[in-house]
RNA sequence: GGCCCCGUCGUCUAGGGGCCUAGGACGCCGCCCUCUCAAGGCGGUAACGCCGGUUCGAAUCCGGUCGGGGCUACCA
């Protein structure tokens, strides 16, 4: 049998990094299965959804480059794929269970069902509702047929025991008295996540499902509505969630949760990809920077680890620098440019393209992030903006206002304009005022870049331009008067 | 409270009875390189939660304990 998995976000939040860790185990378990990877909106929450989240899902996944056979946008032999719109399937389903008698009308009230589960909970014992308030079967249909509105409840078989094999954490069992008679059809015919997710896995075919751990407990609910339809379940794996540093449930309080933040703090997909793959699975060997298509051939779901993980952002950032500078300069600049374009307000010139490109290669050896850039080459672009503290760092001593008057003097002779020249004109400065390099040159990088912190001196020169390098020294050293 | 899951360096992990005086990566520290910051090179720091058992031998198997996490809705 050919593998299908899906992934099925709600969309009542963005994507979170969790559910595009999910989403990318199972596309590469799709892809290394010459399977089918199904992208499904699990949208039954009418009350909590958002276009804007169904938008940020398809474009989150898309920028992370997991593309999908069946589902949302692409259609497919199940479409839509969207829970909202397959309500009638859904009510369909609840009723035969209810004709069957595996099913059942629910008219305990609120109070019923808290005091029942205070009491419960007293004494010790799980409080799961076990359906001691049902009525026979004839008067829930005179009830019904009465008007009053009540939700449809699963009957779950008691005594029991629901065991089955996980694949990253092998055989786990619940007794059915830790599972409730839980609803499956709301008292206003809408369905809810167990009925709505288990139907559409049952219909479309669903071979493996790979899912967060939070739902672990739930699985039960999962096998016995499957087998309730007469489906054999599919094969479960449970993924440890995402944790923030404090060792909790990786949330909006530890930073970022959402996917785009990542993209909007200039994370390459193709790092993102990769950190995100090793966040509880490793190749197996002593490898860190994984190929995708690596990644591809060697994931398995056994290889899944079941330890919850930590989400490093300092890991995150130092993949993605490697990413960044294993682009060639091309990519870089085609990348960086609308983020230059961004920072600045305004399109680049023409010439100005060309100025970034010339100094592209000396910051994509220094970057960590994508944002990064636009600061670190902002002072080419615009005037010169002067960090305070980068000022009154090195602008202060004695040597800067004699190291700024001789490489004024030096460069302005120049013949030619090019990083050797302009190397040779400022080391022959500092032979001359007996300065070393560090003292000498640190207050030209101050006047000419603003910031102690730059990229390499005479590249920077040499982008810049004779001119406006030569009339930010001279205001530097106005400055200095 | 009940049930379920998990437990190797600070973090992500390799490890599935002797190959482990526990390997790799991030971070951190030091050195080198050096016009700043990075990058890069070299070196270093640092872990099998604890207690019992099984065994000639346990990070690896079993039990307990402690610790962490998840679930416990007419939310997904």
Redesign the pocket.
């Known amino acids: 049998m050919s593998v299908r998995v899906r992934i099925?976000?709600?969309p009542?939040g963005y994507l979170h990094v969790g559910t595009a860790r999910a989403a990318l185990y199972n596309w590469l378990f799709a892809r290394g299965r010459k399977g089918v990877f199904i992208l499904r909106s699990?949208?039954?929450?009418?009350?909590?959804n958002d276009p804007k989240y169904h938008e940020d899902i398809v474009t989150s996944m898309r920028w992370l480059g997991l593309d999908w056979d069946e589902g949302i946008e692409v259609g497919g032999p199940h479409a839509p794929y969207r829970?909202s719109l397959r309500f009638d399937r859904y009510r369909e389903v609840a009723m035969s269970l209810l004709a069957e008698g595996k099913a059942y009308y629910?008219f305990?009230?609120?109070e019923q069902?808290d005091g029942f589960?205070k009491e419960?909970?007293?004494?010790?014992?799980?409080?799961?509702?076990d359906g001691r308030f049902r009525v026979d079967a004839a008067e829930a249909a005179e009830r019904v047929a009465a008007g009053e509105?009540?939700?449809i409840?699963m009957a779950v078989p008691r005594p029991g025991l629901t065991t089955f094999v996980?694949s990253?954490?092998?055989?786990?069992?619940?007794?059915h008295d830790?599972v409730?008679d839980?609803?499956i059809l709301?008292?206003?015919g809408?369905?809810?996540?167990?009925l709505?997710?288990t139907v559409d896995d049952v219909d479309f075919g669903i071979t493996h499902v790979m899912r967060?751990?939070?739902?672990?407990?739930?699985t039960p609910k999962h096998i016995l509505l499957t087998q309730a339809m007469g489906a054999t379940p599919p094969v479960y794996a449970?993924l440890?969630?995402l944790?923030g540093?404090?060792?909790?449930?990786l949330s909006k309080r530890h930073g970022h949760t959402a996917l785009n933040a990542y993209r909007e703090a200039g994370i390459l997909p193709e790092a993102m990809v990769n950190y995100l793959a090793?966040?509880?699975?490793?190749p197996?060997?002593?490898?860190?920077?994984v190929s995708l298509d690596e990644m591809i051939d060697r994931f398995d779901i056994?290889?899944v680890?079941?330890?919850?993980?930590?989400?490093?952002n300092?890991?995150?950032?130092?993949?993605n620098?490697?990413y960044i500078?294993e682009m060639s300069t091309d990519d870089f600049v085609a990348r960086i440019s609308p983020m230059v374009e961004a920072h600045l307000g305004r399109p680049l010139e023409t010439d100005e393209m060309g100025q970034l490109a010339a100094i592209a290669p000396?910051v994509q050896?220094?970057?960590?992030r994508l944002t990064d850039v636009a600061e670190?080459v902002a002072f080419i672009f615009g005037d010169v903006v002067y960090d305070d503290v980068s000022w009154d760092k090195v602008m202060t001593t004695s040597e800067a206002p004699v190291a700024i008057a001789a490489a004024t003097a030096g460069l302005a002779t120049l013949q030619e304009w090019t990083?050797d020249s302009i190397?040779a004109a400022l080391?022959n400065m500092l032979s001359e005022t007996e300065l070393?390099?560090?003292k000498?040159?640190?207050p030209l990088?101050v006047a000419l870049t603003g910031?102690?912190?730059?990229?390499?001196?005479?590249?920077?020169i040499e982008v810049l331009g004779r001119e406006r390098a030569i009339a930010r020294l001279e205001a530097a050293q106005g400055r200095l008067a």
């Open positions: 099925a976000p709600s009542t699990d949208d039954t929450d009418t009350e909590r829970q629910s305990a009230t609120p069902l589960r419960a909970q007293a004494a010790g014992r799980t409080p799961a509702y509105k009540v939700p409840r996980d990253v954490r092998d055989d786990v069992t619940f007794d830790q409730d839980f609803v709301r008292s206003d809408s369905p809810t996540y167990h709505a997710s967060g751990e939070d739902i672990l407990s739930s449970h440890a969630l944790m540093p404090d060792g909790k449930k090793l966040l509880g699975w490793s197996g060997e002593d490898e860190t920077v056994d290889d680890t079941k330890n919850p993980t930590i989400f490093d300092d890991k995150l950032e130092w993949m620098g490697v500078r000396h050896e220094r970057a960590k670190q990083t190397e080391r070393s390099a560090r000498g040159f640190q990088r910031s102690t912190v730059s990229p390499p001196l005479f590249e920077s």
